[in-house]
């Protein structure tokens, strides 16, 4: 069996792009959670004839062989899927991994057999460009579910994430005949009584977090029944109260909170702090789920979070490797592999007379001993275009030109000279190492 799923409260781009891979893997069986915002449920109820979904729990998930997660790679944020994951992940030759995400790095992001992930908008759009070199025909209803998808996480190309590949991919669903109309009934639903009672629940209760750098709001609530809409909800709080960031924690009867956060653009990567919760998300909007006895350990936990990252606002300077081990354009290749095995490097910066002049990676070797290459000088097969990054950037800053130049390490150069190296293993490790501290 191949299941297709996302994560465990399903939205549009979750559902979009399960969708959109089912019509690249034939034969797949879309399963969910059983959990979804309120107007994923409703469309679901209305199109349940046309886009057909499974419960998890009704599925013989010892059975499947292929896995494929979208919109998630956060193996905390997939429970319903976990005894196949164990299964992955304890190396079963029975179960095959594959991911299509677009969210940042987090601790416990799956390793899986196959991966894309790219830093746009939304995942429904790393799906719709496949969709489109592949040229595989989608109709109306397709294209308005994938639009939605794309709509819901970017704000409409509002949000910061938002990309001209989000943009593009639009178009194109424009092209297909993407019924805008339906997109903003169901994107943007009327409130119904109890949803505007908690709204302003939330803009009397929430108060400021002082001492955390920006403006950093809180709400916490003791709550009855979690509407399907929390997210909306907070976020229409986010939207009329004056903090950079927001952060709204729901109590449950069942010990369970619901933590949900917004943050303007450049103020609290919100996907990092939830992290360290147990959830996960992007730079501007992120949920966890927590088991505890009281609202106030739910808080002290925010609390001590963001007190960690306002004291460790390190810089690249602090994770870079130094002195740099460099090669020149002449450097023979064969002698450049057995120097990378016996430092332990992925690559190394080309310099000549100084000054950086290329990149060259494991990756180019092997690509030149595929191709016969492999008795020519570095100067044959390194990237003359080579990225690089300052000393004082931060380390989300490196990790975003990482991610937007699909590299792996980034020269570190001050005033025109190469001082380090830092790689997405330097930022992987520390990323550990921070959580389990």
């Known amino acids: 069996m191949k299941l297709i799923t996302t994560h465990e409260t399903t939205d549009f781009d979750g559902l979009a792009s399960c969708v959109a891979l089912q019509k690249l893997l034939p034969g797949s069986i879309i399963g969910l959670s059983g959990g979804s915002?309120?107007?994923?449920?409703?469309y679901l109820a209305l199109h349940s004839d046309r886009f057909r979904t499974e419960r998890c729990q009704d599925l013989d998930l010892d059975a499947v062989e292929v896995l494929a997660v979208v919109d998630v790679?956060?193996?905390s944020r997939l429970p319903h899927v976990e005894s196949i994951i164990r299964r992955a992940v304890g190396g079963s030759p029975s179960v095959r991994l594959v991911v299509w995400d677009h969210h940042p790095v987090s601790a416990d992001d799956l390793r899986p057999d196959e991966e894309h992930v790219q830093p746009v908008g939304a995942a429904t759009t790393l799906l719709v460009e496949e969709l489109r070199a592949r040229d595989i025909d989608i109709d109306v209803e397709e294209a308005t579910l994938f639009a939605l998808g794309i709509h819901e996480d970017t704000g409409s190309l509002a949000y910061s994430r938002a990309s001209s590949r989000d943009a593009n991919a639009l178009g194109w669903l424009l092209g297909r005949g993407a019924r805008s109309e339906l997109v903003q009934r169901f994107l943007r639903p009327p409130f119904d009584l109890r949803e505007r009672e908690l709204v302003v629940r939330l803009l009397e209760e929430a108060g400021p977090l002082p001492g955390l750098g920006p403006s950093i709001g809180l709400a916490a609530l003791e709550i009855e029944q979690a509407p399907a809409s929390l997210a909306r909800v907070s976020a229409e709080a986010f939207r009329i109260l004056?903090?950079?960031a927001l952060f709204c924690a729901y109590r449950l009867p069942n010990g369970k909170v619901h933590v949900i956060?917004?943050?303007h653009a450049g103020s609290v990567p919100v996907g990092e702090v939830l992290g360290t919760l147990g959830g996960g998300g992007h730079e501007g909007a992120a949920s966890a789920v927590v088991r505890a006895k009281t609202l106030d350990d739910v808080v002290a936990r925010l609390r001590t979070a963001l007190e960690r990252r306002s004291s460790q606002r390190l810089v690249v300077r602090d994770l870079?490797?130094?002195p740099v081990?460099?090669?020149t354009p002449d450097t023979p290749?064969?002698?450049?592999?057995?120097s990378l095995a016996e430092w332990q490097h992925t690559g190394a910066p080309v310099l000549q007379d100084g000054s950086i002049v290329g990149i060259v990676s494991r990756r180019d070797i092997e690509r030149a001993r595929r191709d016969g290459h492999c008795n020519l000088a570095v100067k044959s097969c390194m990237a003359h275009r080579v990225h690089t990054i300052g000393p004082q950037n931060t380390l989300t800053e490196a990790l975003d030109r990482m991610k937007q130049h699909n590299v792996g390490r980034l020269p570190v150069v001050d005033d025109g000279r190469v001082v380090g190296i830092i790689s997405r293993r330097d930022l992987l490790r520390h990323l550990y190492e921070t959580s389990a501290g």
Do not use: F, I
């Open 242 to 244: 004056p903090y950079d």
């Open 325 to 327: 081990r460099t090669v």
């Open 73 to 75: 790679r956060s193996r």
């Open 261 to 263: 956060a917004r943050a």
């Open 37 to 42: 915002a309120a107007n994923v449920h409703q």
């Open 320 to 322: 870079m490797s130094s």
């Open 333 to 338: 290749l064969v002698e450049l592999a057995s």
